[in-house]
Every structure is written in C-alpha cells, then in structure tokens.
C-alpha cells in the first residue's frame, strides 16, 4: 500500500505500540493521521508532535467500549476528516492470572474493548471503505493469537479470535478491494507488561520495533505480520514439535503463578531454577567484561 497522501485512524493512539505506530506513518509521509483514545491529553502531545512533522492530525478522544458514541465519532470524522484509507485497530487491554483466580470483570473488558470494540469500529468504517472500494485494516492480535500461554488464557482468547475474525474479513472484504491484515507482536515494552509477571527468557521488542515491523510488511503484501525472530521460532516449533513448545512454556511461565508457596518444587521449577542460575551468572560474566 502506498502510505503517501493517504488518512489513517489508529485506536490504541495514545501510548505503546499505537502510538509509535502513528510516529512510524507519519514519517513515512502519511497525508493526516486520526488518532483514538480515551486520554484527550495523551491523544494532544502525540498530536504536537506529529503535527510537528508536517502531518495533519485529528483527535477522537472516546471509549471503544461505548458504541453509540463510537458510531456518532465515526459518522462526524468521516464526514470531516474522511475518506479513511487505513484503520489500524490497535487498542487492547490484557489481564494476566492462573485460570482458577481470573475474575470476569477483567474478561469481559477484555472482550469488551479487544474484539467487540474492535468489532463495532471496523464494521462502521468497513462499510464506508466498500462503497468507496478502497482500505486497509490492520488488526493488532499478538503471537498469544498463535501461540497460547499459561496465565493468559482469556486475553489469549481474545487474540486468537481476532486472527479468526481477520481472516474471514480478508476473504470477505476483497471483492470491495480492501486488505485486512493482522500484527502480531510478541512481548513488547509498554504499559501493557509493565503489571504482567513476564515470561522468562523473553526479549521484548520496542514499540517502534512494532511499527517498522507494520510498514514493512505492509508493503510486501503480507496478509499476518509477526514480529521478531522470537516469533518466528515459536510459531515454528509450534508446527513442527508442538509438544517441545508446551514444555518450553510450562517452563518460562513466571512461577508464582504457578504453584502455591508451601508446595514441593516441581521438575519443571527445578529446571527454571537451573536456567535461571545460568542466565545470571552468563550476565554477571557480561558485566564483569564491560
Ligand atoms: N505490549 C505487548 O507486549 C503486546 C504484545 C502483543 C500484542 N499487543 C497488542 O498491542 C496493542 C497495543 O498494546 P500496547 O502494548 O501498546 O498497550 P498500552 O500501552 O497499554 O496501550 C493500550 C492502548 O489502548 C487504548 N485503550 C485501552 N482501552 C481503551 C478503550 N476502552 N477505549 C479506547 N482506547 C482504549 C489505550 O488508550 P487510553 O488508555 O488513553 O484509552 C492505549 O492507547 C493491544 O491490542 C495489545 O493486545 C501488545
């Protein structure tokens, strides 16, 4: 897709991968950039700097979780700010617990803003993009929508449905000429992760990381982008030895969300034990040579 002179609204705007998402665009000369949030004065410093770059922008600060509002939002910034050539479907919430402790407060918010959010507005702008026989929709999933983790089992749900949904949209909504494609980040360092126990041996990757990953594989056609070498091994392993993945995740998973204090270690904590043993000394080794 040629980004050049083009409009964009981005959910997710206002930090993280969402908003470097909307910085990458914008210096890939992007004509305006719709940014979506609930934050007004998030939405209003990324605004400054991109307008600072010579790119147009529009602020839509709304909660996607509230679909009459989101409606009306739509139905004005098409009107004014239209047409939309590229939805980036980027907002989502994430709730890390063992299964047994989740709390369905926390599930249905994630399946309030991760898929029907994602929902409401791709099917208000889908619409407006068929009649003009053009678009590009980039929905965020995550390598969780490939690859489910312990401790993560309903924000795990909610990507795996939304490689689903992406899918059947990309058959769908071809006969209109619009692309659907979907992003699958792995870990990545934003305020998402930073209340999450996270998997040990995980690199995360940066949120810009994110966003070169997105134009890149925007413009090599790929119809499901994933994100790192992280990502590709395990997607990998995943096909080829599945059983190897599962073992790998029982192990990385941060253990004290695995088993209560008072029991007996497991075979699969004395091996975590181990591999943590050898990281630290390997990156005191590495500290000690600086
Ligand atoms: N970080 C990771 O490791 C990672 C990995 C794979 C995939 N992802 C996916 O990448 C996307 C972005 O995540 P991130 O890491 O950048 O998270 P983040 O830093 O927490 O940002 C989340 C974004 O979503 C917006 N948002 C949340 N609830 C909303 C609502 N009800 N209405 C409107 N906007 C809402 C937030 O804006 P306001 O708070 O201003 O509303 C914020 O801009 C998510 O879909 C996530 O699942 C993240």
Redesign the pocket.
Known sequence: MEIQGKVALI??????????IALELAKQGIKRLIL????RQ??VEIANKIEAMGVETAIV?????QPTVVNIAIAQVWRNYGPIHLLV??????YQSSFLQSKLSQVQ?EL???LL?MYNLTSLIARRMASQKQGTIIN??????KVAAPTMAT?SA??FAILGFTQALRQELAQYNIRVIA???????????RDLKLFRWVI??T?QQ?AQALVAGMQNNSAEIL?GWQSYLAVWCQRIAPWLLELILQIATPPALRRQPSEKPSFFTKIQRFGDLFLFRKNQCQAKSL
Do not use: H, Q
């Open positions: 959910t997710g705007a206002s930090r993280g991968i969402g908003r470097a979506v949030a609930r934050d998030k939405l600060a709304l909660d996607l979780t479907n980027c907002a989502g919430v994430a918010e309030s803003v991760n959010g965020v999933s995550s390598l969780m929508g924000y909610t990507k992003l699958l980040p792995s870990l990545t360092d934003t305020d998402m992760v995360p990757m949120p994110v994100v």
